[in-house]
């Protein structure tokens, strides 16, 4: 008779603890998939099993048994691990982590469901020669490979010089080994291009892919695919990091810096410090690239914590693009109030009169940002979420970007009865149709979540512009981010400003990095490319140290503000959010856990925020409130074991009414 202890599929705050069962299958092993009766009625639930004992230690009487042991799969056992120290370090439950390791879908009923990348016409790619940049990291990372060293590379390298074909020697290392290579993108629509280059050097029967785009049942196909042993490298998105490799040797997550690898929803981990926290377990190396570190990336790597691999130049020895800024005040006093400066204008007439193409970065959708009454002032908002409506000309609504609600534009203002509704600030449809109407003849497309949300549709759109379909693409940070196209010859940033008043202390950081990836969309064939940088701020260091393409002059000042305002990497910020239909109740428990946490002993002076409205002080019909605290790492364990208690209690005293979410290290305020 075998003991394990389980976490039953349920999620709930109230079974969110491992229970004991007896087993007479002696089978079972840690990651095992289990059938129980569970409760009062002895119901038949699914459980999966964190820990196989052969005898019943803790004496527990009277326990029941097992019923059966699925065979379907067996998991990890260092993602069992990982499950276990998510719990801990993100204040999550049980079943919450479980839910990102285990495969989605489930089986075929019949025959086989349709490989998501099986047609892509691919030609046989060979390794080329390395640059001597490349060779000398290469050598760095074979090195930790094959002494077994769990080292977390930082590599820094500009844009387009070469980082891909570095990631794909320390797979084909990997695979050397009899080890399995994990690759993560920020962005679904980067997938395709990252996968067509595998599987042009690696074979498709190699490549397996996971991301949020694919069926349920592909995706478990390809779940499969990986913990079966038949496809030894997965390509994916952030939750690609879960994928069930028996032996992971390596970890690589390309664009390291962008938000996209921390989830924002439960639970709210980070994928790059789970990426570090699997290695550790099971031996693996990590690359983390990136032409823009996040400021906490080089951090620790200053302090040793990683080790920092640079790449200088491109791999063409193409010089990085020529960079232009233009002060849009000046604009306006030469009497130009459009959203196209004139220098921005004539370089594009250049670019597409030489056959090239031209990329317009915005980093924010729909034709206008807000609509408002000239008359009294009255701004629309979404009665949800209390935030401005967007105006979006294709449907001729005004939409709300977070839950979705679309109400049409009133003829008269709803205050003051006036008609004077107008619509303010541009997004990407603005930019998109000023394009047309200046370069006629010229084909425009546009890249974001509207029209991309189809299904299959940002893989023909990127598609077209690479065949030189599209001479002029305009997007959002879907178009900033590692996309490689040799012909483009200019690149507009339309509004460098829009990150910079967004209130986060890391601000400047993502004003500068997506100012330097858009950027380097430029000029990565033959030629030095263009660059057109727009902004109200032409002061402001972000801007102009990404004009300059100096990294370390924006790191060197950033880490001296986080020091001085002690925000992280110097500490932790832990983020509680308190969600209800009533604003006072909301408010009451924040303030009720404010008074134990600060009351607990073990804050120090500064380190806990009373609760204010959150941002976003009303979001999906509920109102929000928060509160702050900034840990010392030291502390941080303390605080989140604190937390914990608390969401425990207020789970057994089933007289709370708001929800508390609990967030380390937050990306977003709102």
Avoid at 459 to 487: C, M, P, S, W, Y
């Amino acid at each position: 008779m075998k003991y394990v202890k389980v976490v039953i599929d349920q999620v709930s705050d109230h079974v969110d603890t491992l229970f004991t069962y007896a087993c007479p299958d002696d089978s079972v092993r840690t990651g095992s998939v289990v059938k129980v009766p569970f409760g009062r009625g002895n119901r038949l639930k699914t459980a999966y099993v964190f820990s196989v004992e052969d005898d019943n230690s803790e004496g527990i009487k009277g326990l029941k048994e097992v019923v059966s042991v699925e065979d379907a799969y067996v998991l990890p056992e260092d993602l069992v691990e990982i499950c276990r120290w998510m719990k801990e370090r993100y204040v999550c439950r049980y079943i919450d982590a479980v839910k990102c390791v285990i495969p989605p879908g489930a089986p075929p009923k019949r025959g086989l469901r349709k490989d998501p990348y099986g047609e892509m016409d691919v030609t046989e790619d060979l390794p080329p020669e390395l640059t001597e940049e490349q060779r000398a990291v290469v050598d760095e990372i074979d090195t930790a490979l094959d002494t077994g060293q769990k080292k977390v590379f930082l590599l820094n390298g500009v844009t387009s010089s070469g980082k891909t074909e570095v990631y794909m020697r320390a797979a084909a290392r990997a695979l050397e080994q009899g080890r399995g290579a994990l690759v993560l993108v920020p962005e679904i629509s980067l997938t395709p291009q990252t996968v067509a280059r595998f599987v042009a050097r690696f074979g498709s029967e190699n490549v397996a892919v996971l991301h949020s785009r694919l069926t349920k049942g592909q995706r478990y196909d390809q779940w499969m695919r990986i913990r079966n042993g038949g496809a030894k490298i997965l390509i994916g998105a952030r939750s690609g990091v879960f994928a069930p490799f028996e032996r992971l040797g390596v970890i690589v997550l390309d664009e390291e810096h962008d938000s996209s690898y921390k989830s924002d929803m439960t639970p709210k981990y980070d994928a790059i410090e789970t990426a570090v926290k699997r290695a550790e377990l099971s031996g693996a190396v990590v690359i983390l690239g990136s032409a823009t570190p996040s400021v906490i990336s080089r951090y620790n790597a200053e302090q040793g914590l990683y080790k920092e691999l640079r790449m200088k130049k491109r791999y063409n020895k193409t010089p990085l693009p020529h960079v232009h800024v233009v002060d849009m005040r000046e604009e306006l006093k030469k009497g130009n109030k459009t959203i196209f400066s004139a220098r921005l204008l004539d370089s594009t007439r250049k670019t597409l009169a030489s056959g090239k193409q031209a990329i317009f970065f915005l980093n924010r959708r729909g034709y206008s940002s807000f609509i408002s009454c000239r008359s009294c002032g009255f701004v629309m908002k979404c009665d949800v979420c209390g935030v401005s409506l967007t105006y979006h000309r294709s449907s001729g609504m005004a939409e709300c970007h977070y839950c979705g609600k679309k109400v049409p534009v009133p003829k008269v203002c709803p205050e003051c009865g006036g008609r004077y509704i107008k619509y303010f600030g541009a997004g990407t449809e603005q930019v998109e149709e000023f394009a047309k109407q200046m370069f006629e003849g010229y084909n425009v497309a546009r890249l974001d979540l509207d029209t991309t949300a189809r299904k299959g549709e940002a893989e023909r759109i990127l598609g077209a512009f690479k065949k030189g379909k599209i001479h002029i693409l305009v997007g959002t940070q879907l178009v900033a981010k590692g996309l490689d196209f040799a012909n483009v010859g200019l690149v507009g940033v339309i509004a460098a400003d829009v990150t910079l008043n967004i209130p986060d202390y890391r601000s400047a950081e993502r004003t500068f990095q997506l100012i330097v990836q858009s950027s380097g969309r430029a000029g990565r064939g033959d030629e030095a490319g263009n660059v057109v940088i727009q902004t109200y701020s032409p002061e402001e260091r972000a801007v102009r140290d990404a004009a300059a393409g100096d990294y370390d002059s924006f790191y060197r000042h950033e880490i001296r503000m986080r020091k001085l305002t002690g925000y992280p990497p110097f500490t932790d910020i832990i983020r509680l959010v308190f969600c209800c239909e009533n604003s006072r109740a909301a408010l009451a428990e924040a303030e009720a856990v404010y008074e134990e946490i600060a009351g607990s002993g073990i804050a120090g002076s500064f380190e806990v925020f009373s609760p204010q409205p959150a941002y976003m002080a009303k979001l999906n019909g509920d109102y929000r409130f928060h509160m702050l605290i900034k840990s010392p790492h030291e502390r941080t364990a303390v605080y989140m074991d604190l937390i914990a208690g608390i969401k425990e209690r207020r789970t057994e005293s089933k007289k709370t009414a708001s929800v508390m979410v609990v967030e380390l290290n937050p990306y977003s305020f709102t």
